[in-house]
């Protein structure tokens, strides 16, 4: 239903299923606890796939293929990766929302450590700045303003100048980018 942009109903929901209405509400609560289900089921994924990037000798490029990863995870469901971000929803449990983001932390003290980015370069301020420009991008091609095609180009030399803005060579940054990015959305 969500991937058709259907309304969302509990009879329509269980319609075929064998179940009762009431099984929503005696297993989630009602629709709000089910769909804080259906979102944590998306952060789950969301974080299994940042979990599953193997780190490389260009923790740059690494933060481009996380970048990468949550631009995949909106075009290949986009209905699940705007209600993953519909704050009105519950979130039963928050620490994979947490981990999507700390991924993206620690691969950015990565690039510290490694020198491409400066020493004043505050981890988490840079992957916030990252994580909004990025789920920006994402909210574009989701609510079918722009195609992902359209997207991409603008995100990967976005991501450039952010990289460089951290302290990254603009050359060194742009391979980075283009390995890291390609690597993700080519094996998709």
């Not at 998306?42 to 490029?61: E, H, I």
């Not at 994979?96 to 980015?117: G, I, K, N, S, Y």
């Not at 180009?153 to 390609?182: C, F, I, M, N």
């Amino acid at each position: 239903m969500l991937t058709r942009r259907e309304e969302i109903t509990l009879r329509k929901l269980v319609k075929g299923t064998g179940l009762s209405t009431m099984s929503v509400y005696t297993y989630f609560n009602g629709m709000p606890g089910l769909l804080g289900a259906v979102r944590q089921e998306g952060f789950s994924r969301l974080s299994a796939s940042l979990a599953r990037l193997a780190d490389t000798s260009d923790p740059v490029a690494d933060l481009a293929a996380a970048g990468a990863a949550y631009a995949v995870a909106a075009e290949n469901s986009p209905e699940l990766y705007a209600l993953m971000f519909d704050g009105s929803l519950p979130l039963p449990d928050d620490r994979a929302a947490d981990a999507t983001l700390m991924h993206v932390v620690d691969v950015v003290r990565r690039c510290v450590e490694a020198r491409r980015f400066t020493a004043e370069t505050d981890a988490l301020t840079l992957a916030r700045e990252l994580w909004m420009f990025g789920h920006g991008a994402c909210m574009l091609f989701v609510a079918r303003v722009m195609s992902f095609d359209e997207v991409e180009p603008v995100v990967r030399s976005g991501l450039v100048r952010l990289y460089s803005a951290a302290g990254d060579d603009p050359k060194l940054a742009a391979h980075s980018v283009t390995q890291g990015w390609e690597a993700v959305v080519d094996a998709k």
